[in-house]
C-alpha cells in the first residue's frame, strides 16, 4: 500500500488507514520523516497519552504504560550492542512495539512485522507499507 501524507496531523492519524493487526512495526528511512510521530499516533490509539512518547534516539528505548516499546536503532553501531542493551529481553515482554531504523532485524526474536517506509519529500511524506512474515 502507497500512501501521500501532507501534513503532520495525517502523519498522526495513519494509523487508522492500517489494519488494526499490526503489533510489530518497523519505520523505515528518512531522517525526521515522522517516524516518532507515527509512533505518537500509535500510542494513541493504545490509549496512552500521545505526550509521554519521546524520541528514542538517545535512549534507544522507551516504554509507555506497560503497553509500547518504542526502539530506535539509530545509535546502535554493532551486533553486541543488541545483546548489552537487552533488546530481546524487552521485546519478550511487549505486546506492541514499534522500531525506528531497524538494525540486525535477523537477531531480534521479532517474526511477524509490519515494515512502514516514509520518504521525505519537501513537506510531503511518502509511505510504503508492507507485511512481513
Ligand atoms: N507531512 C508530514 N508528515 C509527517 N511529519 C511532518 C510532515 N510535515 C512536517 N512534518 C514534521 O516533521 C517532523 C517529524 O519528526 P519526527 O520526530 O516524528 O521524525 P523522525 O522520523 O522520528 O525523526 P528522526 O529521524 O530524528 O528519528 C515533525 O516535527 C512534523 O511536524
Ligand atoms: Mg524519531
Known sequence: MELIINTPEEMFELWKKMAKDHKT??????????????????????EI????????????????????????????????EVWEKWINDQISQYDYITIERPKFIELL?????????IEKKWETRIVRIENQQ
Open 49 to 80: 497519552d500521545e505526550n509521554s512518547v519521546q524520541s528514542p534516539t538517545y535512549t534507544y528505548l522507551n516504554s509507555y504504560d506497560n503497553k509500547l516499546l518504542h526502539i530506535d536503532m539509530y545509535r546502535l553501531e554493532n551486533e553486541n
Open 25 to 46: 512495526i518497523l519505520l523505515k528511512w528518512d531522517l525526521w520523516a515522522g517516524k516518532t510521530l507515527f509512533t505518537k499516533g500509535f500510542a494513541k490509539w493504545l
Open 109 to 117: 526474536d521479532i517474526y511477524e512485522y509490519t515494515v512502514v517506509n
